[in-house]
Every structure is written in structure tokens, then in C-alpha cells.
């Protein structure tokens, strides 16, 4: 059976949407009738809103959020993907290279809810949907950095959906398996590049949107829940027209 959502008036906010699986969901969102706004310190795709904001930042996650309210008036979805993942063996770990992945995967995520959240807890409506990555529960030989900051987020997010779920905000997690993105083709290639096509396969960003829309739309009726992409995620096609 085919789906159709439509994003009709909605405000969507992504961290760390200018490239990637981000950017895909963006132009889907829009295409579905609402509006994308791209939190990021690169400049995503032509089309998409955008505010320039290191998501580890606090102060100018939390400035980024009142500006988009002040814009549009209400944000009902947020997609926190905005990620680092530099490749460094642990007894090689730089402390600065360690401290900045936190903050990016990790303290981001958090930032961004803390801004987005109590809007969606006065409105009594809203979804927010937290990557992981496989990596969080089998770890992998130079991504401990990327990998702790990836579990830390699990627990986060299901503690996050227990505190709001009274509030009718749900809090979902999804692990979109490897996908060919600018950040992937930049961690991962030759041997490694060999070992995930070999194994899992390798997904395209579009793999991981129609999930993603079913997750910020009514449909998804659940908090809590992690997702985890095998093979055959539903491509962007199925979910929008």
C-alpha cells in the first residue's frame, strides 16, 4: 500500500541538513507542502531555508530556534542529525578531537531539544526524531569518538520521550545503517568502503526519508522506539508524490 504525508503548513527544523541524509529530507518536506529550516554551518541545498548555527553552541542553537519561531510561528518537527565523525584509534584519541565529537553528536542534540521542545510541550504537539548509528551497540576500530557519542544519544532520546510523552511530544530514534554520504565517503573508503558494501550494503540518502516523514507525521503513532535501516528502507517515492 502507498503512503502519502503530507507536511501541509508544518515546520520542520534539521540540524545538520545542508549535505547528506538532512538535505534529502529537507527538499522532502518541502515537497510535501511544508517548510524545511536547515540549522548548519555549511549552506544546504537552493530552496531550503537556512540559519547558520554551530549546534554546539548553546546560545546560538537556542537563537537559531527563537529566530525560526519568530519567522514561522511554530516548528512541529526536529530532526537532530547534525554529526562529526573523525576516525582515530582510542590510544591515538586526540582530547580536542574527542571533545568536539561530543559536542557536536552529543551536546548538540541535546541543545537543539532544549530549545525546540518546550514549544512543542506548550503546543502539546510535536516529533522529534534522533540519530544513532549501528556503531552505538558494535562499535568499530577508529570511530570510538563517533560511536560513544551515537549510544549516549539512545539513552538521551528515550529519556527525553518518557519525560514529554504526557505532553503528546514523541521522541523516536532512528539508525539509517550506512548511507553514501559526503561525511561517509570522507570517514569510510577503500577496505572500508569494500567491508560495508560487503556486508549491510550501502544506502542512498533518499533510503532513509520516507521513514524519517512517517516518523514526524501523526502516523507514527509511538515514542521511544529506535529504527533501524537494513537494505530495504522504503524509498522518498513511496511516501511523497
Not at 562529526?84 to 541543545?111: F, H, I, K, M
Request: net charge negative.
Amino acid at each position: 500500500m502507498k503512503a502519502t504525508f503530507d507536511a501541509s503548513g508544518e515546520v520542520v527544523v534539521i540540524t545538520g541538513g545542508a549535505q547528506g541524509i538532512g538535505a534529502a529530507l529537507a527538499k522532502a518536506v518541502n515537497a510535501a507542502g511544508g517548510t524545511a529550516v536547515v540549522l548548519d554551518v555549511a549552506v544546504p541545498p537552493e530552496g531550503v531555508a537556512h540559519v547558520e548555527v554551530d549546534v554546539a553552541d548553546r546560545a546560538a542553537v537556542t537563537e537559531a530556534v527563537a529566530q525560526v519561531l519568530s519567522q514561522y510561528g511554530r516548528i512541529d518537527g526536529l530532526v537532530a542529525g547534525a554529526a562529526v565523525q573523525p576516525r582515530s584509534l582510542v590510544l591515538e584519541l586526540d582530547a580536542a578531537e574527542w571533545t568536539r565529537t561530543l559536542q557536536v553528536n552529543l551536546d548538540g542534540v541535546v541543545w537543539a531539544c532544549q530549545a525546540v521542545v518546550p514549544h512543542m510541550v506548550e503546543r502539546r504537539s510535536g516529533s522529534v526524531v534522533v540519530f544513532t548509528s549501528g556503531m552505538a551497540s558494535t562499535g568499530y576500530p577508529g570511530a570510538a569518538a563517533y560511536a560513544a557519542s551515537k549510544a549516549a544519544l539512545v539513552a538521551f532520546a528515550k529519556t527525553l520521550a518518557a519525560e514529554v510523552a504526557a505532553d503528546r511530544v514523541r521522541v523516536n530514534v532512528v539508525a539509517p545503517g550506512v548511507i553514501d554520504t559526503e561525511q561517509f565517503r570522507g570517514a569510510n573508503a577503500g577496505a572500508d568502503r569494500e567491508h560495508w558494501q560487503d556486508t549491510i550494503g550501502i544506502g542512498d540518502p533518499d533510503d532513509v526519508v520516507g521513514p524519517l516523514l512517517f516518523l514526524l507525521s501523526d502516523a507514527a503513532a509511538m515514542t521511544g522506539s529506535v529504527l533501524t535501516r537494513e537494505r530495504a528502507f522504503a524509498k522518498l517515492t513511496d511516501f511523497v508524490e
